[in-house]
């Protein structure tokens, strides 16, 4: 692991598919080392963003500051299947650094081969959202990192069974110690595994770097679908906002409503008749790499995501009022399909 | 009475064969009446104080059989000499009762005992192996339960102790693969559950090691199982299971989780099996003939995907609609055992009515090869030689290979001149890549002309080792099953189908003759796991042809 974190410097080149996922995959691992190198004598960290994303948007609680040994913590904890009840689930068996952390799945599936109702939403650029899951019910990553853990689709443990099998593993009093002054704890599971999952960020993408004034990054149709999706007719911004193209909002697009007994989202918590069928508004950055799509995993692709706004979603009592039908020519969608694309972040060259 | 009993009897029956059987019955009841020795039995079943009603009662060994009415009430035509004297009983939820018929004209009641209702977690496994042979009489003496082999020793402890059930704690391979080790106890040697879940124990106990897995479902490591535990699907456990509810199939349900495990309170026992005619502590499970009792282990899916099918392909097989089950090929009568217990209270039986406990698989080369039949048709036409081969699933009752995705089936094709020269191959069908990569006289024949039959799993995403460490797995394939994986392909032959495929050579007229050799041989693992896992095992030959072509 320590080869792939050095620091890379060489710019990738427009290179075969494998290659660029083998990329990735050196690309994510170094992100996640990525503090390391941004470290000072105080242990203080400091995170720098590539390009495309705003380092004032970012979230990071008062009470859990990042630090170089506690993203490091967090990152073994990521890995590590001890957290799950019988040590065959780890977070990454679903948040899958090789699929956009996410699975590839249409729905997660734990411990035991158990199918979750939902698709494992991506990690990446979590940073700068606090309202966590699909449903947004906890309002930040270390209230969220604790639920999976004891989910009993998930990983179906308890904090008491966890602390107990850290423990009686030796191979983490002395970090808890170093990081938190304390021994193993449910508490500092979170915070650290918060801090790591702050680390996956995604940007420099084609997109970025087109933003930046680099003309070229972006295929002629890529930006023929940049224009359609910025456009007050197609309006994908009205949701897709911003330079992590999320409102950070939660919106009815009808998605699974159709279903006998459809997933109500929101409401499931709130019981507010206004987030029935409600879900986050996910990041687009990296969709490329983070099928099949929607909360349900119901779109294979992402001329199936189009197509499915083009259509305007799915009837339902509570749709959005934004979603409409589009009237999209092939070569519109096949636009928008390219300007998806060139979302996906390249930016770890520059940690 | 009789006519009303016949009826009641009648009613339910729906099969043809048990229609035959109720004849059966009223001619043995003619039979008696015409022979000196015939006498009428009559009598009670209770529980001691109530009358039972529906109790099946029996004639022990025979095939005479009444079945209570609503007053617990039987009558029952017998010949004393030919069919002894214990007359038995038994009604779902009770062991079975007997009683020695002394007297003639004597009103009977078998009283039956109830069984525990619930499983008991501390109860101690009965050893399968012969004690020594003082404690053996010592234990007789007392009265004591011993162990199963002291009175089952030269028959069914024989079949079962040289069976794979048995192994299936310890067989090495097994253990290799638990563990990700090679013959020789190299460790890191992939496939290896331990080395992708190094922190996980895995569920495999729960039908490798079930007597254990009962005890800590997710906590058995295969490596530090004691005793009894370590025998496997040993005699105690399964005669402990008095029946099988499928549960959804998922990981977590595997094996013993589908079980109604009933092991008996203290200072009592039972023993569940295929008859209502051994009394106390026995007891008739009626789930123990069927094929049902075997699909805990022989069905499964891990990750959500069917790893093991064959119980499932039986369903699916026309076996299933005939009613041929599990056992009847698998547990097929030895057709020479007649008493399974001899000289410790076991009756003569007919020998068609014992199941052996041979429990043929894998490991039974001839009994696999009969499962197959191969034709081969060799045709000449002009400049090309048209090899058909019809491979058939003739006698099983699932898939051809099942079971363990590992299992696999290799054709090899060979067209050679009287020179010993090979023809030139033309054909399209070649020998996949897990027929092993190297010297084809080691064994490996990828790239060659023939097929091979396998389901094969393959992991769609590249994941994560299980550990604390962020590292990748080593993609093996095919892949095993205990990984995120997918069936990528599957061409196994299911019950009775026929898989047709053709291979074409390049033929000269001096070549002739040429010796057409077809073979079709069985791999109990994928040539590269095997050469991994350095395991010397022996290709099973299950057909081979020759023919020349003139």
């Known amino acids: ?351 | 009475m009789r006519q009303k009993t016949l009826l009641v009897v009648l009613i339910p029956m729906f099969s043809v064969g048990l229609i035959i059987f109720a004849s059966l019955f009223t001619l043995e009841e003619l039979n008696a009446s015409e022979s000196g020795d015939a006498t009428v039995v009559i009598g009670t079943v209770t529980d001691g104080k109530n009358p039972l009603a529906h109790a099946v009662v029996k004639i022990a060994t025979t095939t005479i059989t009444d079945t209570t009415d609503e007053h617990g009430r039987f009558r029952l035509a017998y010949n004393k000499n030919a069919n002894g004297t214990l007359l038995t009983a038994w009604k779902e939820g009770y062991y079975n009762g007997g009683v020695e018929i002394k007297e003639k004209n004597v009103e009977l009641e078998i009283v039956l005992t109830l069984l525990s209702d619930k499983d008991n977690p501390n109860y101690q496994w009965v050893d399968p192996a012969p004690s020594f042979v003082l404690k053996r009489y010592a234990l007789a003496l007392l009265n004591k339960v011993s162990n199963c082999g002291d009175c089952h020793a030269s028959i069914i402890y024989e079949q079962w102790r040289n069976n794979g059930h048995a192994q299936s704690a310890t067989n090495p391979r097994f253990m290799d693969l638990y563990n990700g080790t090679d013959v020789d106890g190299n460790a890191g040697m992939h496939p290896g559950f331990r080395l992708d879940y190094p922190h996980s124990n895995g569920n495999c106990s729960n039908c490798h090691a079930p007597a254990a897995a009962v005890r800590n479902m997710i906590g058995v490591d295969m490596n530090k199982l004691e005793g009894v535990e370590k025998l496997g699907v040993s005699c105690d456990f399964c005669h402990k299971v008095k029946d099988v509810h499928l549960r959804e199939n998922m990981s977590i349900n595997s094996g013993i989780m589908h079980m109604d495990l009933r092991r008996p309170p203290e200072n009592h026992q039972v023993f569940f099996g295929p008859y209502t005619d051994v009394p106390h502590p026995d007891a008739f499970a009626p789930t123990i003939s069927k094929s049902l009792y075997c699909a805990p282990c022989h069905q499964g899916s891990f990750w959500g995907v069917p790893i093991y099918e064959s119980y499932s392909e039986w369903l699916a097989s026309p076996y299933a609609a005939k009613g041929i089950t599990c056992q009847n090929c698998h547990m097929h009568p030895d057709s020479v055992t007649t008493n399974f217990a001899p000289g410790r209270g076991g009756l003569e039986r007919d020998p068609k009515t014992i199941p052996s406990h041979f429990d043929f698989g894998s490991r039974d080369s001839a009994f696999l090869a009969s499962s197959v039949k191969m034709e081969t048709i060799g045709k000449t036409d002009d400049d090309s030689l048209r090899v058909n081969v019809a491979i058939t699933n003739t006698t099983a009752g699932h898939h051809v290979p099942t079971d363990q995705p590992m299992r696999n089936l290799i054709l090899l094709v060979r067209a050679t001149t009287a020179q010993g020269k090979e023809l030139v191959y033309s054909g399209e069908n070649t020998i996949p890549y897990w027929g092993g990569s190297g010297d084809p006289a080691d064994g490996n024949y990828e790239g060659l002309p023939g097929k091979g039959f396998a389901k094969i799993l393959f992991e769609r995403n590249p994941q994560y080792v299980s550990s604390s460490k962020s590292e990748l797995q080593t993609q093996i394939s095919p892949s095993p099953q205990w990984r995120i994986i997918n069936i990528q392909s599957d061409n196994r032959i299911p019950a009775l189908a026929t898989d047709h495929s053709v291979y074409n050579f390049h033929i000269r007229t001096e070549d002739l003759p040429v010796t057409l050799q077809t073979e079709l041989i069985y791999r109990r693992t994928f040539k590269n796991w095997a050469t991994m896992k350095k395991w010397n095992l022996k290709d099973i030959v299950l057909a081979k042809n020759i023919t020349t072509i003139r």
Request: proline share 5%; aromatic share 8%; hydrophobic share 30%.
């Open chain 1, 1 to 351: 692991m320590h080869g792939v974190r050095t620091k890379m410097t060489t710019p990738i080149q427009s290179t075969t598919q494998s290659l660029q996922f083998i990329l990735l995959l050196s690309v994510l691992f170094l992100m996640a080392g990525c503090g390391e190198n941004h470290t000072s004598q105080s242990g203080k960290y400091s995170l720098t963003l590539p390009l495309g994303l705003d380092s004032t948007a970012q979230y990071i609680p008062a009470d859990n500051p990042m630090t170089a040994a506690k993203i490091e913590l967090g990152r073994k904890l990521f890995f590590d299947a001890r957290l799950s009840l019988d040590g065959t689930v780890s977070c990454a068996t679903c948040h899958n650094p090789s699929l956009g952390f996410s699975d590839g799945r249409a729905r997660a599936m734990g411990i035991y081969g158990q199918e979750f109702k939902r698709s494992a939403p991506t990690l990446i650029n979590r940073l700068f959202s606090k309202d966590q899951f699909w449903d947004g019910r906890v309002k930040s990553l270390e209230e969220q990192a604790p639920q999976p853990i004891q989910n009993e689709l998930e990983m179906r443990n308890t904090p008491e069974n966890v602390e107990r099998t850290l423990k009686a593993s030796g191979e983490y009093q002395e970090d808890f110690q170093q990081v938190f002054g304390t021994d193993v704890s449910m508490d500092g599971i979170a915070k650290a595994i918060a801090a790591f999952e702050r680390t996956l960020v995604s940007g420099n993408s084609p997109y970025d770097k087109f933003k930046a004034g680099e003309t070229t990054a972006l295929t002629e149709s890529a930006r023929r679908g940049l224009t359609l999706f910025e456009s007050d007719r197609v309006n994908c911004v009205k949701c897709h906002t911003g330079f992590n193209f999320t409102d950070e909002k939660f919106h009815n697009n009808g998605t699974g409503q159709d279903q006998p007994q459809p997933d109500l989202g929101r409401f499931e918590q709130t019981k507010n008749d206004s987030d029935r069928g409600v879900f986050k508004t996910p990041t687009l950055r990296d969709m490329s790499r983070t099928a099949p799509y929607m909360h349900d995993g119901s779109l294979r692709t992402l001329m199936d995501v189009i197509n499915f706004y083009n259509k305007g979603g799915i009837p339902n009592q509570h749709l959005s009022k934004h979603m409409r039908p589009l009237n999209l020519t092939e070569e519109q969608r096949t636009d928008l399909v390219a300007f998806l694309r060139a979302l996906s972040g390249t930016n770890t060259l520059d940690f």
